[in-house]
């Protein structure tokens, strides 16, 4: 198993613009977390899905992001439009709903808006 | 709101033992104990959990006093490649429940 998959690795942008990360589970798994990390808040829950169903959303920080997940083997986090505030390292991970053992997360994608 | 406390950083001489504390002294019955680590620049990874009983894996051992409101996570011959973020969380298991990431433990192996 490739585990799970996140592109791009980088991505500088300029403010403004249009950013959207992308995210493939483990084939399997039925749940889906981004993640957000940076050095002053740690790392942030931003959403949730289970099923391809968002579950829980409550740590999308404004209208300016967005994430869907259109089938089980694919999901997006949207940020339209960027600012500098939003330079992070966003992580994706999976995990089987019924599986305690543990989330399997992605290498990240590390976003610098300019 | 923090369910967990760990110190903020410790030092562990390669070779040695590596004792990582966490206290939870607010946990549910139905809460398990995770432990996950993040090594520089990687996404967290999973070490082990534990409901109320020790636990040992391939990578490290779970200890979980018996009142349940402390745990150590014990990795028995640290390496330098040990170095890294570990975080303790309690969570309750097969209900989907997300994550939440404290501040964790920055352990450095030394030679």
């Known amino acids: 198993d490739a585990g799970v998959i996140q592109s791009p690795r980088h991505e500088v942008t300029e403010m403004g613009q249009e950013v959207t990360l992308r995210c493939k589970p483990i084939?399997?798994?039925?749940?889906l977390f981004w993640y957000r990390q940076t050095m002053m808040r740690g790392l942030e829950l931003l959403i949730y899905f289970n099923n391809n169903v968002p579950i829980d959303d409550s740590g999308m920080p404004e209208d300016r992001f967005s994430a869907k997940m259109p089938n089980a083997s694919f999901s997006t986090l949207k940020i339209q439009p960027s600012e500098p505030r939003d330079s992070a390292v966003y992580f994706c991970a999976s995990s089987r709903r019924t599986d305690g053992d543990g989330y399997t997360f992605g290498s990240g994608t590390r976003l610098t808006v300019v | 709101d923090a369910k967990t406390t760990q110190p903020p950083s410790m030092d562990c001489a390669e070779g040695r033992a590596a004792n990582l504390p966490c206290n939870h002294s607010t946990i549910s019955g139905n809460e398990y104990v995770y432990w996950y680590r993040q090594i520089h620049s990687q996404g967290p990874q999973y070490i082990i959990h534990g409901l109320k009983n020790n636990e040992t894996n391939e990578m490290a051992s779970l200890i979980i006093t018996e009142d349940r409101k402390s745990s150590t996570l014990i990795l028995p011959h640290a390496t330098l490649r040990d170095t890294a973020v570990y975080y303790c969380i309690v969570s309750r298991r097969n209900a989907g429940n997300m994550l939440t990431f404290g501040g964790g433990t920055r352990l450095m192996v030394k030679p």
């Open positions: 084939s399997g798994h039925n749940s």
